[in-house]
């Protein structure tokens, strides 16, 4: 059964992802390969997906608490962005 605060967190996530699409137009200038809609679906699945390892993972390596949290916020971004960068340089090529 999933908790409240998963339910939370995977919320945070998709809006986390959202942002990153949104604003993948203005950190990359251009035309985006595979248009707005994939860039949203891109982010979200790359941030949910990581959000949901770094929720499961981080306590088995001991890192718990205001660590986790940062982590399971911050790390999912971080993915989302670099999956748009390298779909961006894998259909440039």
């Known amino acids: ?4 605060d998963l339910i939370v967190m995977i919320a ?3 809006v986390i992802g959202l942002l ?3 604003l ?5 200038k251009g035309v985006r390969p595979l248009g707005e809609v994939w860039d949203y679906v891109i982010s979200i699945a790359c941030a949910v997906v990581t959000g949901l390892l770094d929720w499961y993972v ?3 390596i ?3 608490g205001a660590m986790r949290f940062a982590a399971a916020i911050l790390e999912p ?3 989302s962005i670099f999956a748009l960068w390298l779909v961006r340089k894998l ?3």
């Open 62 to 64: 001991g890192i718990e």
């Open 20 to 22: 990153i699409g949104v």
């Open 1 to 4: 059964m999933l908790g409240l």
């Open 77 to 79: 971004a971080l993915v």
């Open 91 to 93: 259909k440039k090529s």
């Open 12 to 14: 945070i996530w998709i």
């Open 58 to 60: 981080l306590p088995l």
């Open 24 to 28: 993948a137009g203005t950190i990359w």
